[in-house]
């Protein structure tokens, strides 16, 4: 590399095909080491300088929030999509730009923190790389595609000590603060169960999907679009011919690269209830769905979690439901009111309700209105948030704490791939060693909890910088 990014940590040997399909940036590179060079001059003391992994979609969207915070400089850009790729690059034309994370890996010394917006199965990979490099992580939702993932980044993070932030942008919400402020003043009494739900993958119960779900793998082997490497977006995932009903957002719902609804909308609903109640990962999961296929996601499904007693939150259920399915309305529901479709949440305590009608961060309203008439909502007693984002470049820059830090993130991760698991097992019950990490009851389950990835990819950031893809 010639201009801002030098250095040269990695020894990473590149396939025919990866060599030329990373020829359609290398002329843009060239053009713009010199802009590049003049950024690093004019830099500001304080300023953070990002490097950013997928940036199409959510990674777009993400870019787009930390870009308006003062002082945050994207200085590298990485995609195996090249059209994704050079529309990035058109925004910000001084920064460096791969198609392989671990070729931007090399240029470590030339940034300070990592935004990671790629398909759920390349999560963990990259993060492991940007954490042993001591850099900062951003990294969309869920954590990882595995429990064994979720649990091995968490802990390298914390070892680390670096900022970390999930993407479940709810957490920073007003409405998280009031549903903790209600409960501790005592406005439902002690909570024995939680419902959450999701429209997903249907619009509002009804079609079309928002990706395929339900559905068995495809039989016809369409060409891999000129601008695309496949086999770097594959990553660790097993080796399979492209289909465009793998592609950007459509992957979700295929096991191996996601977790259908629960991947999705499960972490951002689940969150302020995870937040709320102090809870950590189920003691029980059981659950159903409509019928099973073994490559990708149900259409719908109910899983059950139980938690166990902690301190003086006593034990309580959490039942979440998704594709249409919904969850009985309470009583003292007003007859002007109706569950979302959308989603939602529902406590459910001694003295009645706390309902967030919709996704997480929608007002909560106290049920029933008699109860709602007669609570006086308390006073603020807890820190508003910065913003989602802006919590993760501060933390970046003064080692302040961020809403979704790993250690929050990992355990609810690891709470939704149990979910995901039970429903791929039939919805056995399974019974959940949260200490040693197993099932107690289902010993077969355990095979769940990881996969074997493919040739040349590991969660060793030191292996993984040494064989080629």
Request: net charge negative; charged share 20%.
């Amino acid at each position: 590399m010639t201009g801002l990014f030098h250095s040269a940590r990695v020894a990473v040997k590149f396939t025919r095909r990866e060599t030329l399909l990373g020829s359609m940036m290398a002329l843009a590179n060239l053009r713009s080491a010199a802009a590049r060079k003049a950024a690093q001059q004019v830099r500001t003391p304080g300023q953070l300088r990002l490097a950013c992994v997928g940036v199409g979609g959510q990674g777009k969207s993400d870019i787009s929030e930390l870009t308006k915070l003062r002082d945050v400089e994207i200085v590298a850009l990485c995609d195996v999509d090249a059209a994704h790729l050079a529309a990035a690059a058109k925004l910000f034309p001084s920064a460096a730009t791969f198609r392989d994370f671990r070729r931007m890996f090399n240029a470590a010394d030339e940034f300070d923190g990592v935004l990671v917006a790629t398909p759920d199965h390349t999560h963990a990979v990259i993060t492991m790389m940007a954490l042993s490099l001591q850099k900062h992580v951003y990294c969309e939702k869920p954590l990882t595609r595995t429990i064994h993932e979720a649990r091995a980044v968490t802990e390298a993070a914390r070892k680390t000590g670096v900022a970390t932030q999930m993407g479940n942008q709810g957490m920073a919400s007003e409405s998280n603060r009031l549903i903790k402020e209600w409960l501790a003043a005592d406005a439902i009494g002690a909570v024995h169960s939680v419902h959450v739900w999701s429209d997903r993958p249907t619009h509002s119960g009804k079609l079309p999907l928002w990706w395929p779900q339900g559905v068995e793998l495809p039989t016809d082997s369409p060409p891999v679009p000129e601008q695309l490497d496949w086999t770097l977006w594959l990553g660790p995932a097993p080796e399979r011919a492209y289909h465009p009903d793998y592609g950007p957002f459509r992957w979700r719902g295929w096991w191996d690269y996601g977790n259908g609804p629960l991947g999705d909308m499960g972490i951002h609903n689940l969150a302020p209830v995870f937040d709320a109640l102090r809870l950590d990962a189920p003691s029980t999961i059981q659950g159903s769905s409509t019928p099973l296929h073994e490559a990708s996601v149900p259409n719908a499904c109910i899983v059950h979690f139980q938690f166990e007693r902690n301190g003086d939150r006593p034990a309580l259920e959490v039942h979440w439901y998704d594709g249409g399915l919904m969850p009985p309305e309470p009583e003292g529901m007003p007859k002007t009111l109706a569950l979302s479709r959308a989603g939602g949440i529902l406590f459910a305590g001694q003295h009645g309700h706390i309902l967030v009608n919709g996704d997480a961060g929608s007002p909560p309203l106290l049920l029933p209105e008699s109860r709602a008439r007669e609570f006086e909502p308390p006073a603020a007693t807890l820190p508003r948030s910065i913003g989602h984002y802006a919590e993760w470049v501060k933390g970046c820059r003064e080692g302040t704490p961020t809403g979704s830090h790993f250690d929050f993130a990992g355990p609810l991760t690891e709470t939704v791939l149990l979910g995901a698991i039970c429903i791929r097992l039939g919805g056995k019950l399974l019974h959940w060693d949260r200490v040693n990490g197993r099932f107690i009851n289902h010993p077969e389950a355990d095979a769940l909890l990881h996969y074997q990835y493919r040739d040349g990819w590991t969660l060793a950031p030191e292996e993984l910088n040494r064989v080629p893809t």
